[in-house]
């Protein structure tokens, strides 16, 4: 009988290396790529000099490139750690901010702002005027699913059966912005279905000074609660006698998992995938349950994911840009279905 030879687990630190290399080289290409090829050295001298650059490759550059790259680090970072916070808060691998409800309780909240104004008014809902309003009422969209998760999960001991009511929750609310779709008119529901496929690009300056502190402020959370998280992994008892407040714990979780996905969802779009995949391939690469390596690895995996999306769904070279969503489930597909083969099932949470 053949035996198995044990496999070499890589320095966490070579790891990070090699996936901040990585990164790097992703944002520059971000930038480099679009339907106008700009020289590198063109790149450079927009980011770094006022006098030797070309203007309209300037324009390009600091004024929708730059803010398109940041906002797809921003977006993989904090999809991809509010999902390991589910997974781990509720210790299953399919639990993630699409499936639980929480990106559908943002984009009822974006829902009832945008389809409930007037035509005169929709001109500013996306725009500079609408950055403060959008993401207060996709956080209090999330933050009362997540509620009403957390209340569930107070009274049902079984997962399962939360997962179950968190796509029950989704699809009611789908049901209420479906009825809102019904009746809004007609350039309400142009600009809201847009919205609904996704852009990193149209983030603005002003929406990105929103944006980076309150993902800024959800990662700091997330962070705070390393602790708890790993006490999380063993149960709940298991927290308690290591003296974790859980009613408190749960709370400053869902807090950050509502500002970090209610945020994307708010100026991005619903974006599916990276919530539930990143934590699962940080854990594969790293071999490691433990927070403190997860927290850093799911925010720079998950930011590189999404560069890479950027980068496809621009299809360099074309005047064509493709959904973001769409080209992150065309991607995401493939990583799910070669990690169930090679591992026979997903990597456990614990």
């Not at 725009?127 to 207060?136: D, E, M, R, S």
């Not at 690895?297 to 840009?321: K, R, Y």
Request: glycine content about 8%; charged content about 10%.
């Amino acid at each position: 009988m053949k035996e198995s030879v044990p496999h070499k687990k890589l320095p966490v630190a070579l790891i990070f290396s090699l996936l901040g290399i990585l990164f790097v080289l992703l944002f520059v290409a971000d930038i480099l790529l679009g339907s106008i090829i700009i020289p590198v050295k063109e790149v450079f001298y927009s980011l770094f000099s006022t006098s030797e650059t070309n203007e309209t490759y300037r324009t390009i550059i600091l004024s929708f490139r730059f803010p398109k790259a940041l906002t797809a680090i921003m977006t993989g970072a904090a999809l991809s750690l509010s999902g390991l916070q589910m997974q781990t808060v509720f210790r299953n691998p399919l639990a993630g901010p699409y499936v639980l409800g929480i990106s559908a309780g943002a984009s009822l909240g974006v829902a009832l702002f945008v389809l409930g104004f007037s035509s005169v008014l929709a001109a500013g809902i996306f725009t500079t005027t609408g950055a403060w309003p959008l993401a207060l009422v996709a956080w209090a969209g999330s933050f009362l699913v997540m509620l009403l998760v957390l209340f569930v999960s107070m009274k049902v001991n079984d997962i399962m059966t939360i997962l179950i009511l968190g796509i029950l929750f989704t699809s009611a609310v789908s049901a209420i912005v479906s009825i809102l779709q019904y009746f809004s008119n007609e350039s309400m529901l142009k600009a809201f279905i847009v919205w609904t496929m996704g852009s990193l690009g149209n983030v603005t300056k002003a929406q990105l000074s929103v944006l980076a502190p309150a993902i800024l402020t959800g990662i700091l959370l997330a962070f705070l609660k390393i602790k708890d998280l790993n006490a999380f992994l063993l149960g709940e008892n298991y927290a308690r006698s290591l003296g974790v407040s859980i009613k408190t714990s749960r709370i400053i979780i869902f807090l950050s998992t509502s500002l970090l996905a209610g945020t994307i969802t708010a100026f991005c779009g619903p974006i599916g995938f990276i919530g539930i995949a990143v934590p699962h391939i940080c854990r594969v690469i790293f071999k490691t349950a433990n927070h403190l390596i997860l927290v850093p690895a799911v925010i720079l995996t998950g930011s590189i994911v999404m560069l890479f999306s950027d980068i496809v769904s621009q299809l360099p070279g074309m005047q064509t840009t493709l959904p973001i969503n769409s080209v992150t489930a065309l991607i995401g597909i493939p990583v799910i279905i070669w990690m169930i083969v090679k591992n026979k099932k997903f990597v456990s949470v614990s």
